[in-house]
C-alpha cells in the first residue's frame, strides 16, 4: 500500500519557520518527482514547490520564492519543504506528491493533474 505521509505543520507566528516533511513507504519515491501543494480554507489546491528526481532542479511559485526550499533525501525516501519568513496567507493545509508516471524525470511539475500520489496534508497555520 502506498502511503505518503507529511509531518511538520503547526501553528506558528508570522515571520517564524517551519520544516515540513514527507515520508514515503510502498513507493520508491526516490525516483519520482515530487511536489508540494496547499490549500487555503475556500480555496483552490496550489502549487507550493517542485523537485526532480534526482533533487538537481527545483521550481516555486511565486508567492513562496525566496521564501520556501523543497528538498529531498532519496536514501531516506523522504522530501521536505523549509518555509521561512511566514506569512498569514502561507495558512493552508499542505501536501505532497509524487509523479508516478514520470519517473527518472528531472523536471518539475506545477499541476496538480502530473501527482499519482498525494499525502493527507498537514496544517500551516501562521498567525499575524
Known amino acids: 500500500q502506498v502511503q505518503l505521509v507529511e509531518s511538520g505543520g503547526g501553528l506558528v507566528q508570522a515571520g517564524a519557520s517551519l520544516r515540513l516533511s514527507c515520508e514515503a513507504s510502498g513507493i520508491t519515491l526516490r525516483i519520482y518527482p515530487m511536489g508540494w501543494f496547499r490549500q487555503a480554507p475556500g480555496k483552490e489546491r496550489e502549487f507550493v514547490a517542485g523537485i526532480g528526481w534526482s533533487g538537481g532542479n527545483t521550481g516555486y511559485a511565486d508567492s513562496v520564492k525566496g521564501r520556501f526550499t523543497i528538498s529531498r533525501d532519496n536514501a531516506a525516501n523522504s522530501g521536505y519543504l523549509e518555509m521561512n519568513k511566514l506569512k498569514p496567507e502561507d495558512t493552508a493545509v499542505y501536501y505532497c506528491?509524487?509523479?508516478?508516471?514520470?519517473?527518472?524525470?528531472?523536471?518539475?511539475?506545477?499541476?496538480?493533474?502530473?501527482?499519482?500520489?498525494w499525502g493527507h496534508g498537514t496544517q500551516v497555520t501562521v498567525s499575524s
Open positions: 506528491a509524487a509523479a508516478r508516471t514520470r519517473p527518472y524525470s528531472n523536471m518539475w511539475y506545477d499541476l496538480a493533474s502530473e501527482y499519482t500520489y
